[in-house]
Structures are given as structure tokens and as C-alpha cells.
């Protein structure tokens, strides 16, 4: 028997990334809920992310964080589920994830926030002009059809669910190659089982 894998989160969050990870590696794992403001911040859960913030994982003594650094995590951990190229072929695989844990994540929370950066400030932050990033995934996705190249992978599951998110709450455009890129990754099976997992929390309350 492998390692236990624990999975902390709150189906209102960004634990719907990691969660439609782990239907993707198919591997067992306990799901623990968390509340904002309570069992987040107990000391029970800041023993795991002194942030406490989740998502996050516990697989057997390891734990680990962040949304980008979970789905590469539990790609390597898990290989035959094969959501990472092989070692010589991951530049694009890399490349991706930190540009959506970096300029992606920071353009679209600043739009959220109506946060505008003046022009002579862009050199000040990671991704400079949003539409700098939206014309870096758009070209990328029409030239590839995933990420990390022509194969589904851990990158998709992260940067994917950015670009769902933003164009479903207006944070990103709606452009056709979003659009489309969307509705084929939000087609697998893991994606469906994953969204259904969590909308039955939070229809039950958000009880494990």
C-alpha cells in the first residue's frame, strides 16, 4: 500500500485546481474541508501551511503548498498517471506552470481588484501589461495544442484552470482560442468528476 494522501481544502477556492489533479493522478486520497476564519486558522491546520490558507497536501510525511508546486508535485510522485513529460522534455512543461503562478495570477488579480499599473511602473511588476499576457497564451495555444506541448499535462491542469476561471468571470477576454482551449480540457472525465466532487460540498455545506 502507498503513502497516505490527505488533501486539504474548501470547494470555494483554489482547491478546485488541486482537486481536478488528483481525479486526473487517480490515486486514493482523504479529503479534509476547511472553514475561512476557523479550522483554516486552527493550529491543528497552521501545523500544515502556516498560511493558513489552503489548497494543500500531505502525502505520507511530505506536505506541500501552492496550487503550481501541488500539480508538479503530484505528477512526479505519480508517473504512470503521465501528467509530466519526460525530464528532457520539460522546459515548456515548466516554463508555463511559473508563468501562470507568476504574471498570469498577478495581471488577473490586479484586474480583479481594478488594480491599474501605470505605464511608467510595468517594469515594476512580474507581467508588465495584461495584454502582454493574454497575447503570450493566446500565441502559445496557436501554435500547440496544450502546454507543455502535444500532450496533455499537469500544466494544463493549472494554467487551464486559470484561463477557465478568467474568462468565466470576466477577468480574462473571451477570446476564440480560450474559448475553445476551455471546453476541451473542461471535456475530461477527471475535470467532471472533480467539479462534481466539490458542488456536492458546498450543496452539503462543505462537509468532508
Known amino acids: 500500500m502507498g503513502e497516505a494522501l490527505t488533501f486539504y481544502t474548501n470547494p470555494m477556492s483554489r482547491g478546485r485546481i488541486v482537486r481536478w489533479?488528483?481525479?486526473?493522478?487517480?490515486?486514493?486520497?482523504?479529503?479534509?474541508?476547511?472553514?475561512?476564519?476557523?479550522?483554516?486558522?486552527?493550529?491543528?491546520?497552521?501545523?500544515?501551511?502556516?498560511?493558513?490558507?489552503?489548497?494543500?497536501?500531505?502525502?505520507?510525511?511530505?506536505?506541500?503548498?501552492?496550487?503550481?508546486?501541488?500539480?508538479?508535485?503530484?505528477?512526479?510522485?505519480f508517473p504512470l498517471a503521465g501528467l509530466a513529460p519526460p525530464p528532457a522534455e520539460r522546459a515548456a512543461y515548466y516554463r508555463w506552470l511559473f508563468f501562470a503562478a507568476g504574471p498570469l495570477e498577478q495581471a488577473v488579480v490586479?484586474?480583479?481588484?481594478?488594480?491599474?499599473?501605470?505605464?511608467d511602473k510595468r517594469a515594476m511588476v512580474g507581467?508588465?501589461?495584461?495584454?502582454?499576457?493574454?497575447?503570450?497564451?493566446?500565441?502559445r495555444l496557436l501554435e500547440s495544442p496544450y502546454f507543455s506541448g502535444s500532450a496533455f499535462s499537469a500544466a494544463d491542469v493549472y494554467v487551464g484552470a486559470q484561463i477557465?476561471?478568467?474568462?468565466?468571470?470576466?477577468?480574462?477576454?473571451?477570446?476564440?482560442?480560450?474559448?475553445?482551449?476551455?471546453?476541451?480540457i473542461n471535456a475530461r472525465p477527471a475535470y467532471q468528476r472533480a467539479v462534481q466532487r466539490d458542488d456536492a460540498l458546498v450543496g452539503a455545506g462543505e462537509q468532508a
Open 21 to 77: 489533479m488528483l481525479e486526473e493522478v487517480g490515486q486514493p486520497y482523504n479529503t479534509v474541508v476547511l472553514d475561512y476564519g476557523t479550522s483554516m486558522k486552527a493550529p491543528e491546520y497552521l501545523a500544515i501551511n502556516p498560511m493558513g490558507k489552503v489548497p494543500a497536501i500531505k502525502h505520507g510525511k511530505a506536505i506541500v503548498t501552492e496550487c503550481a508546486a501541488i500539480c508538479a508535485y503530484l505528477a512526479e510522485a
Open 110 to 119: 490586479n484586474r480583479a481588484l481594478a488594480v491599474a499599473v501605470p505605464a
Open 127 to 139: 507581467y508588465g501589461a495584461m495584454e502582454d499576457v493574454l497575447n503570450t497564451l493566446e500565441q
Open 164 to 184: 477557465g476561471w478568467g474568462v468565466q468571470f470576466g477577468t480574462i477576454d473571451a477570446r476564440p482560442a480560450f474559448v475553445d482551449y476551455v471546453a476541451k
